[in-house]
């Protein structure tokens, strides 16, 4: 299993921007479908995004459609979110995971390894 570290998370007012970065080690990237979930205070752990081995295909939430975008660089271990025009409904402990298999998908219980999450807070 991959060993994963989110950064980047903090606190950013309504309309802002904020990137997420995922670092991963014990492991090569570019065998693994990655993953972002989040989970808000009193909720369930919901997928928001996911990337294929090659980046070649992606799926969003239609709640974060339009306004995140996941990426990849296999060469340095790491992955990110790029949030725009966040909104107080993104505010959420964010996590990023990795799979096996070849199909970008939201389902939290085909993943295999997780970060230990990053505090994402948006004010009003």
């Known amino acids: 299993q991959l060993q994963l570290v989110e950064s980047g998370g903090g606190l950013v007012q309504f309309g802002g921007s904020l990137r997420l970065s995922c670092a991963a080690s014990?492991?090569?990237?570019?065998?693994?479908?990655l993953g972002w979930f989040r989970q808000a205070p009193g909720q369930e752990r919901e997928g928001i995004s996911a990337?294929?081995?090659?980046?070649?295909?992606?799926a969003y939430a239609d709640s974060v459609k339009g306004r995140f975008t996941i990426s990849r660089d296999n060469a340095k271990s790491t992955f990110y979110l790029q949030m725009n025009n966040l909104k107080p409904e993104d505010t959420a402990v964010y996590y990023c995971?990795?799979?096996?298999?070849?199909?970008?998908?939201?389902?939290?219980?085909?993943?295999?390894?997780w970060g230990q999450g990053t505090q994402v807070t948006v004010s009003s």
């Open positions: 995971a990795a799979r096996s298999g070849t199909k970008a998908t939201l389902n939290q219980a085909t993943y295999d390894s």
């Open positions: 990337i294929t081995k090659g980046g070649g295909a992606t």
């Open positions: 014990g492991g090569t990237l570019e065998w693994y479908v």
